[in-house]
């Protein structure tokens, strides 16, 4: 058994198969050998925490059940003469800042198709 297939097994049993995929990656490009091993380890970590990031992201997504799939900020119409919408605000909530900081946002207003693009938009 080689080195590499113990390290698969391990990372398999450990749930963090992202590691296992990026040591591959860095094994086929010989920039990565002029690293100190802790950046290595420090890349392969990183690799697996936004690998972790993004599946989470993706399954709350699917969960929101967003009426608007494709919805983005670029689409939002603020020149709308009767809608309030602070476009400053909106850039900043699509930021997500709220969420490191553990906001919440509650939009307030009639539900109608354009109003709920912008709560759709920041939500992607």
């Known amino acids: ?8 097994e391990l990372t398999d049993e450990l749930a963090i198969k992202n590691v296992y995929q990026s040591l ?6 010989p920039e ?9 380890v420090q890349l392969l970590l990183e690799s ?13 997504l699917n969960e929101a059940k967003l ?3 494709s919805a983005s900020i670029e689409d939002i119409n603020f020149s709308i003469a009767n809608r309030v919408l602070d476009k400053s605000l909106i ?3 699509a930021s997500l800042k709220f969420i490191e900081n553990s906001n919440n946002i509650i939009f307030t207003g009639f ?6 693009l912008p709560c759709t938009s920041i939500s992607k």
């Open 24 to 29: 591959k990656e860095q094994q086929m490009q």
């Open 111 to 116: 539900t109608r198709n354009r109003q709920i």
């Open 67 to 69: 009426p608007d799939k």
């Open 32 to 40: 990565y050998s002029n690293l100190e091993f802790e950046k290595r």
């Open 91 to 93: 850039l900043e909530l």
């Open 48 to 60: 697996e925490s936004l690998e972790r990031k993004n599946k989470k992201i993706k399954r709350l």
């Open 1 to 8: 058994m080689t080195t590499m297939d113990i390290i698969k």
